[in-house]
């Protein structure tokens, strides 16, 4: 039996309004955050099951907390400020979104937010100081989501 496709749609509200208001205005309400990790969770939970979705969880708790090692000594040794290079919503809005990837799927995921964050950057954000990393990763994430939907439907 394959696994019902709504679920996924659930994260499309969360995730589309964590990215507009860090386009907007540059900071995340902790409550939506919030929203996206209970939803994260149940939709994996539900598609995948609890033994996998805490597997999962670990792993990319474990490969944000091995990059996020590697980006502060970097940063260190360029010694370049550690506060003004990710927020703590960048790092929340992650942690939030692991249990639904598998720790490759995870870096692919990775890899696109940065490459949409880049693109944004490169077209409409050069005269800011920051990058708006978690609406980059929200318009990532809803694309995944979109394409489990229809992968699953179809």
Known sequence: ??????????LLVPAAV???????????????????????????????????????TAGNAALLLL????????????RLSVRHAFGAGDVLFLLAVAPLFAPTEFLRFLIAACVV??????????????????????????GWAALQFLRLWL
């Open 1 to 10: 039996m394959f696994p019902a496709p709504y679920p996924y749609l659930l």
């Open 117 to 142: 964050a880049l693109l944004w950057w490169v077209c409409c954000g050069r005269r800011r100081r920051t990058i708006p990393f978690v609406g980059a990763a929200g318009i990532v994430l809803i």
């Open 18 to 56: 964590l990215a507009r208001d860090d386009f907007r205005t540059r900071r995340v309400d902790a409550s939506w955050l919030a929203v996206l990790g209970t939803v994260s969770v149940g939709v994996s939970w539900h598609t995948l099951g609890w033994r996998t979705m805490l597997l999962q």
């Open 67 to 78: 990059s996020g090692t590697a980006l502060f000594g970097y940063l260190r040794l360029r």
